[in-house]
């Protein structure tokens, strides 16, 4: 187990490896690092990053005696990064949040896909919006998911 000291010292390193092997990379890597008892303390390989996988070590020199000698990696980037840069990944963010009742959006799935509408109430808890459809001729309220929404025009205070 690691104390809280260890984890306030330790660095993100960036490695590039082949497109599509960022999971083989990091299991591959957490193996050896295991084996050969190197303090490596999370290993990240993120869905929206092709191509690159995050390391925690206490320095460099520890990332690049682990990695070394495996076909799909590239290259270590040289430098670091903070948490912060890497936070807005790591902690899932709500749709519902930046709706506004009034908002103007656009529908992206669904069978209503690609239709503008107006929000007029959102339940937060169910992460549902009731809309006004406005490529209508008559006005149809619809309950659609949050994540079917793209804020297209942000309503007036």
Known sequence: MLSETQVK?????PVKTTGGQEKTVATFVAN????KNR????????DTWKGYV???????????????????VRSKIPGMMKYED???FL??????AELGEGDVVEIVAGPFKTMRAKITR?????QEVTVLLLDTPYQLPVTVDAAY?????KAKK
């Open 9 to 13: 010292g330790s660095l993100i390193f």
């Open 54 to 72: 995050l390391f925690e070590a206490p320095n460099a020199q520890v990332v690049d005696e682990t990695i070394q000698g495996f076909k799909h």
């Open 86 to 88: 890497i936070e807005k």
């Open 149 to 153: 929404l793209k804020v297209v025009e």
């Open 122 to 126: 959102i339940e937060s808890s169910k």
């Open 32 to 35: 050896r690092a295991i084996q």
């Open 91 to 96: 902690v899932p963010k709500s749709m519902v």
């Open 39 to 46: 303090p490596i303390y999370s290993i990240l390989a993120l």
